[in-house]
Nanobody, 115 residues
Framework: VQLVESGGGLVQAGGSLRLSCAASASTFSMNVMAWYRQAPGKQRELVAGITSGGYSTHYADSVKGRFTISRDNAKNVVYLQMNSLKSEDTAVYYC?????????WGQGTQVTVSS
């Protein structure tokens, strides 16, 4: 599965961004999808995940109530809506696909939040 993220950029604290991750495979609808992030000098961490049908989601405590993960299986796209952004949200954000054949990572998209 090839994954291509988009939507990153520079935003002021309190602002919003929506990340998108487009998947190449027809098996997209069967895969769990997730967003991770990695800040400079820190380990990559799970931000949010969504089950194949989109009925169940999971969020890191640090983003609960501010970020929303969603997916459109007809378009093979997963989204991450990020609101009330903080400087500590600055990181490279990665899309991940997890399926029966293994997992894939996107190349990442930079999100920078200025205070």
């Amino acid at each position: 599965v090839q994954l291509v993220e988009s939507g990153g950029g520079l935003v002021q604290a309190g602002g919003s961004l929506r990340l998108s991750c487009a998947a190449s495979a027809s098996t997209f609808s069967m895969n769990v999808m997730a967003w991770y992030r990695q800040a400079p000098g820190k380990q990559r961490e799970l931000v949010a995940g969504i089950t194949s049908g989109g009925y169940s989601t999971h969020y890191a405590d640090s983003v609960k109530g501010r970020f929303t993960i969603s997916r459109d299986n007809a378009k093979n796209v997963v989204y991450l809506q990020m609101n009330s952004l903080k400087s500590e949200d600055t990181a490279v954000y990665y899309c991940r696909s997890i399926g029966a054949g293994g997992g894939s990572w996107g190349q990442g998209t930079q999100v920078t939040v200025s205070s």
